[in-house]
């Protein structure tokens, strides 16, 4: 038992698990669109996803305790590292159109981690872009509706049209309630100066303003889908299982709660759409 739950911990704190939700949501960008999205794409937004969460979590860390670092963090910093090292092979087989617009989401990143935004822009002790108040979660949607809509779309040459627009403001908005209960959880750790939902509107109104964005998160899916579809019901169920998740989201919540299971809903979106009756 003890092993199973070291695994699980390697699991998260490597970024492993929110890589997959990543892949799953850049998957299910094919499938609305028709399209195959390519084993080589999928793979180079895995290792992306862990280089990019990896050095954003743990920069910090590595950057002042380099001498006394704990097993588990050198382990993860050397599993980094060939993630690193996978993502620039599997970049070499993609469009450069897509590896252009990576820099800038790449470049977005590093800002997002690195202390190089004046400080008369924030409002923390740390200058970088994840410091600025009320910004975090917004940044956080962007890239990931970048990566998993625009960037797949860009790779396989398809038009950026109002279709795709509605469709990437939904997933913006997926992305933005899916974050709320990692925001609630953060309430306790959060300088009060970063102004995040939970700080600025309370837990109860986070939790009212997940569930409207969730309402229209839904109703987006009319403006490209069919009333009765197999998918819209899909969108349905994930809807009620993200405002589940949000209602039942506290401060002190379980290790897991937020890391493993609200984390994990996009894996579980993608498999409804594979396994459909």
Request: with cysteine; hydrophobic share 55%.
């Amino acid at each position: 038992m003890k092993l199973l739950k070291s695994l699980l911990d390697f699991y998260i704190n490597s970024s492993l698990h929110v890589a997959l939700s990543v892949i799953s949501l850049t998957y299910m960008t094919g499938l609305n669109y028709n399209v195959h999205v390519g084993f080589n794409f999928l793979m180079f937004v895995f290792f992306a996803t862990i280089t990019g969460y990896n050095f954003v979590k743990f920069y910090g860390l590595a950057k002042f305790h380099h001498r006394s670092l704990a097993n588990w963090l050198k382990s993860i910093q050397g599993f980094s590292f060939l993630c690193f090292i996978l993502m620039f092979f599997y970049a070499t087989k993609l469009r450069n159109l897509t590896l252009y617009f990576t820099g800038v989401l790449a470049l977005i990143t590093f800002l997002y981690a690195i202390p190089v935004v004046p400080k008369r822009f924030i409002y923390d002790i740390r200058p970088n872009l994840r410091s600025v108040a009320g910004l975090k979660i917004y940044i956080i949607a962007l890239v990931w509706t970048a990566v998993t809509v625009i960037l797949p779309l860009i790779q396989l040459n398809i038009n950026l049209d109002a279709d795709v627009f509605v469709y990437g403001c939904q997933r913006f908005l997926f992305v933005v309630v899916l974050m709320l209960p990692f925001e609630i959880r953060d309430l306790r750790y959060d300088s009060l100066k970063l102004s995040t939902l939970p700080q600025s509107i309370g837990v109860k109104g986070t939790k009212i303003l997940g569930g409207i964005l969730l309402a229209v998160f839904f109703l987006l899916e009319f403006l490209n889908r069919a009333l009765f579809s197999y998918e819209t019901l899909v969108v349905f169920v994930i809807s009620v299982m993200t405002l589940a998740c949000l209602i039942f989201a506290k401060v002190n919540q379980g290790k897991y709660y937020s890391a493993f299971w609200v984390e994990g809903l996009p894996i579980f979106w993608l498999v409804m759409l594979l396994f459909r009756p």
